[in-house]
């Protein structure tokens, strides 16, 4: 059973980086603004695969709701071309469908780590107080 992750996990990886690098130098939709793909889960019968994203436009600091849709909608377009692209590259028997997801892990780190630094400066403006 664990082989069967291993394989899974090493798939996933191989997957990710070959896509990377596809949505870099392939993609030329004018849409899609710079995409980082995060992580990748391939089924255990190797069926599908959900690749996680994160996306920034130029001169953005956070993606909005609809940057975000229209990154997802884009790369669900992609979707056949790249799983294509990625069967010429790979030397597995069956290529995985690709289901994009936006990855939210990011955001709520970032929103926790302000909660927690917000708290902090308020305890140590109340024992300054004191």
């Known amino acids: 059973m664990t082989n069967d992750y291993s394989r899974t996990q090493r798939l996933g990886e191989q997957i990710k980086r070959d896509l990377a690098q596809m949505l870099q130098f392939q993609a030329k939709d ?12 391939v089924a255990t019968d190797l069926g599908y695969a959900d690749i996680y994203f994160t996306v920034m436009k130029p001169g953005m600091v956070e993606a909005d709701d609809e940057t975000v849709k229209e990154t ?16 010429q590259v790979m030397t597995t028997r069956i290529t995985p469908m690709l289901r994009f997801h936006y990855d939210v892990a990011l955001e709520r780190g970032h929103k926790l780590t302000n ?4 708290a902090v400066s308020e305890d140590k403006g109340r024992s300054g107080d004191e």
Request: charged share 20%; net charge positive; aromatic share 4%.
């Open 30 to 41: 004018p849409r899609l603004g710079i995409v980082t793909l995060n992580a990748v889960k």
């Open 72 to 87: 997802e909608a884009v790369l669900a377009d992609m979707a056949g071309f790249l799983r294509s692209e990625l069967s």
């Open 115 to 118: 909660l927690i630094n917000k």
